[in-house]
């Protein structure tokens, strides 16, 4: 890519144990830029044979990682994060050809996942043990923390930078080795991700990526590998489930960071100015495509009509193209069928009553794959019962619901199966609290839109997963507790 300045970031093949390879069969597949429409890569295609390739090389090279010392494992992971950062720009280019969001998102994205190795290289050396009473003068009892081992990661295409980076950081930290199956539309991210992994230290066989179309084959060696003992995965809830009950067979650790259905809401008493601006950072960042994302509105019926206006307004400022234009804020749908994805639930919303708001024109240039857009839209008196309300967006809409007491939103907000993010405005202090109390999800943004950061736990309640990401509580996920008893002591 001409567009780089370190070309060497550019990778299109596997990398297992240290060796940048094709898959045995020599098959390749294709990466889309889906701004364009236009094939961007051919890249290595692997399946279960690379797979089990992979896993085995893991296996041999977490004999020495987890003997090296914390400090040398923090130093390698903090040189990673310095060539991280320092190859931001190229990283970030990388992201938007091949996810589609705006370049200062994916700038942005960089230097968030970036910062998930910085505070997992000072991490590493944290990771505390314990000393227990003992049960009597003769003994003493000890608790270790011991890396899992190998460990399986899947990653979605929405953050194909970031969501690696979390997982892989405190894998690393904790003196696991990993095999990576990034997302098959987002596989470069990954690879660039890998290049630097290697210029910063990381020994071969440590981080092994292979990539492929074939998700289920390479998911089936990874979830039922005797050798791999964790499983971290992010994407959907359906395909969660479906590798929970993989791991299930040789009862592997899973970490598991599923859909969301988060619920923003709008209190009588809330500063208006500000719930627009979370609302629209939260809606429309990475075009609605990400987890965490409002996905259902409710606006207390005294302040509808003043946010309505104001949210309208805020939304026709928003600027639909190609990613790469600095103009930019809202970039394509990652594929056309995600495209009518959203379109059916809009139809359904719109068939059950709901009410399109004007929000202006959005063109394309012509240069642009239209199939892959879709323009930014507001729904309002949205009725539940729209499939919109109980289903993940991953699209551009928001939908809007008037409420009047309390209770009432709360139960609204909780009658979902989800449980990952939720946002409420308001200023009253006891409503604060009540509120934050009471809603079933693993954060919370009070007046903010934006709430994830590496020092703080990413993860979910009820089906949308299991264990925390990020934090100091981020690690524990990736050690085992060992009990050690000393007995007969005099
Ligand atoms: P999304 O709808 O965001 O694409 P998915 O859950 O389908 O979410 O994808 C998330 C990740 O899971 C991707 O890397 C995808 O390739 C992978 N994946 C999808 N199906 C399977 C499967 N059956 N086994 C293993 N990985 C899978």
Redesign the pocket.
């Known amino acids: 890519m001409n567009s780089l300045v370190n070309n060497t970031l550019w990778r299109t093949q596997l990398y297992i144990n240290g060796e940048w390879r094709d898959a045995d069969n020599k098959k390749q597949f294709s990466v889309v830029n889906p701004a364009t429409g236009k094939i961007i890569a051919h890249v290595a295609d692997g399946g279960a044979i690379e797979t089990r390739c992979a896993i085995e090389a893991a296996d041999n090279a977490q004999k020495q990682w987890k003997h090296l010392t914390v400090k040398a494992r923090s130093t390698i992971l903090r040189k990673w994060f310095d060539l991280v950062t320092k190859n931001q720009q190229d990283l970030a280019y990388i992201l938007t050809c091949e996810q589609g969001k705006p370049l200062t998102e994916a700038q942005r994205e960089v230097d968030y996942g970036a910062s998930y190795i910085e505070w997992f290289s000072e991490e590493a050396k944290r990771i505390y043990g314990d000393v227990i009473a003992p049960q009597s003068n003769d003994k003493r009892a000890i608790i270790l923390k011991q890396p899992v081992g190998v460990v399986a990661t ?5 953050f194909p930078c970031a969501m690696l980076a979390r997982k892989l950081a405190p894998a690393l930290a904790a003196g696991c080795t990993v095999v990576v ?4 539309q987002t596989p470069l991210s990954a690879l660039a991700l890998a290049v630097l992994a290697e210029q910063a230290g990381v020994p071969a066989g440590v981080l092994n990526i292979v990539c492929g179309e074939n ?2 084959a ?2 089936h060696e990874l979830t039922t590998h005797p050798l791999v003992r964790k499983l971290s995965f992010t ?2 809830t359906a ?1 969660g489930k ?2 929970i009950q993989q791991c299930a067979s040789s009862v592997k650790k899973v970490t598991m960071e599923l859909g969301g259905n988060a619920p923003f809401i709008v209190f009588d008493d809330a500063d208006i100015d500000a719930a627009v601006h979370g609302a629209i950072a939260s809606k429309f960042r990475n075009s609605g495509q990400t987890c965490v994302c409002a996905n259902r509105f409710y606006i207390h019926a005294d302040v509808y009509d003043q946010f309505v206006e104001k949210f309208s307004h805020e939304i026709s400022q928003l600027v639909m193209g190609n990613g790469l234009d600095k103009a930019t804020t809202l970039g394509p749908l990652i594929s056309p069928e995600a495209v009518q994805k959203v379109q059916h639930l809009v139809d359904d919303a719109l068939a059950k009553g709901a009410v399109k708001k004007d929000v202006g024109n959005f063109t394309l240039s012509e240069n642009l794959a239209e199939e892959y857009f879709y323009p930014p839209t507001l729904l309002i008196n949205v009725p539940s019962t729209a499939r919109i309300c109980s289903e993940e967006i991953f699209g551009p809409v928001a939908a809007l619901i008037k409420f009047t007491t309390e209770q009432e939103v709360i139960s609204m907000a909780n009658a979902t199966e989800f449980g990952l993010a939720g946002y409420f405005y308001a200023q009253d202090m006891s409503r604060i609290w009540r509120v934050a109390e009471q809603l079933e999800v693993g954060m919370v943004g009070v007046n903010e839109g934006i709430l994830s950061n590496e020092m703080t736990p990413f993860g979910g309640v009820k089906q949308s997963g299991w264990g925390r990401e990020g934090s100091h509580y981020g690690i524990e996920d990736y050690v085992n507790i060992k009990y050690m008893c000393i007995g007969n002591l005099t």
């Open positions: 899947i990653t979605p295409w929405n199956k990034p997302a098959a998700a289920e390479i998911g994407g959907s395909v479906k590798l």
